[in-house]
C-alpha cells in the first residue's frame, strides 16, 4: 500500500528589479528620486512556502530594513528569507539607507497567502502506515503530534491505539531549486 504523496509547490525565489527612472503606478515598486526598486512578489503563495527577496546586487555600502506586515524581521542584508506559516494576506516592506542612514529608496508589495486544506485518512492502529514524501529534496522532516520521528523522504508508522493524529512533513531544498521547501500536515484517525 502506498501513503500519500503530495503535489509539489511553486518555487518562489524573488529577484527584485531596478528599472529606467520614471513614475510608476505598480503597487510593488516606489520611486524616489532616480531609483526605483519593485519587489516583484506573485499575486499567490502558498501556506509553507518560503519567499526570497534578493536586492544585495544593487549597489554597496547600503543597510535594509524588512518588514512583513509591518514587524521588522531583518536588518542589514540586501536578502529576506521568509517562510509563509499561515494564511491570509501579507505585506513586505524594503526600506534601503545609504552609509550616512538616509532613506534612498523603498518598496512595498503585497500578497495572497492560500492555506492548504489538511488532508484526512483514516488507518487501523498497530499496524504500519506507509508515507511518501516529494522526491529530490536534500531533507525531510517527519513529525507526529510535534515530535521528530524521522529524516528520511518515505516513512512507516505504527499508531499505538485509536485516536487522532497530527503527521506533518516538511521538505527542504529541492534538488531542482535549492530555495523551495514545502510543507503539509495529514491528519490521521485510528481505529482498532
Not at 15 to 36: F, H, I, K, L
Not at 49 to 77: F, K, P
Not at 141 to 169: A, K, M, N
Request: hydrophobic share 35%; net charge neutral; glycine share 8%.
Amino acid at each position: 500500500m502506498r501513503g500519500p504523496q503530495w503535489a509539489s509547490s511553486i518555487p518562489i525565489l524573488v529577484q527584485a528589479s531596478e528599472t529606467n527612472p520614471a513614475p510608476t503606478s505598480d503597487p510593488g515598486s516606489w520611486v524616489s528620486g532616480r531609483e526605483r526598486v519593485n519587489l516583484n512578489l506573485s499575486g499567490e503563495y502558498s501556506e509553507g512556502q518560503r519567499l526570497v527577496v534578493d536586492i544585495s546586487t544593487r549597489s554597496t555600502g547600503r543597510a535594509y530594513r524588512w518588514y512583513v506586515n509591518g514587524e521588522r524581521l531583518a536588518e542589514g542584508s540586501g536578502r529576506l528569507s521568509y517562510t509563509f506559516t499561515q494564511a491570509g494576506a501579507f505585506e513586505v516592506r524594503m526600506e534601503e539607507y545609504d552609509q550616512g542612514g538616509k532613506l534612498v529608496s523603498s518598496a512595498v508589495d503585497s500578497t495572497k497567502v492560500l492555506g492548504h486544506a489538511d488532508l484526512a485518512y483514516r488507518v487501523r492502529s498497530k499496524v504500519a502506515a506507509p508515507f511518501v514524501g516529494l522526491p529530490n529534496f536534500a531533507s525531510y522532516e517527519w513529525r507526529v503530534d510535534g515530535e521528530l520521528v524521522s529524516t528520511q523522504q518515505s516513512i512507516s508508522h505504527t499508531f499505538p491505539r485509536p485516536g487522532t493524529y497530527r503527521v506533518e512533513c516538511r521538505h527542504v531544498k529541492s534538488s531542482t531549486d535549492p530555495l523551495l521547501a514545502y510543507f503539509r500536515t495529514v491528519w490521521i484517525t485510528t481505529a482498532d
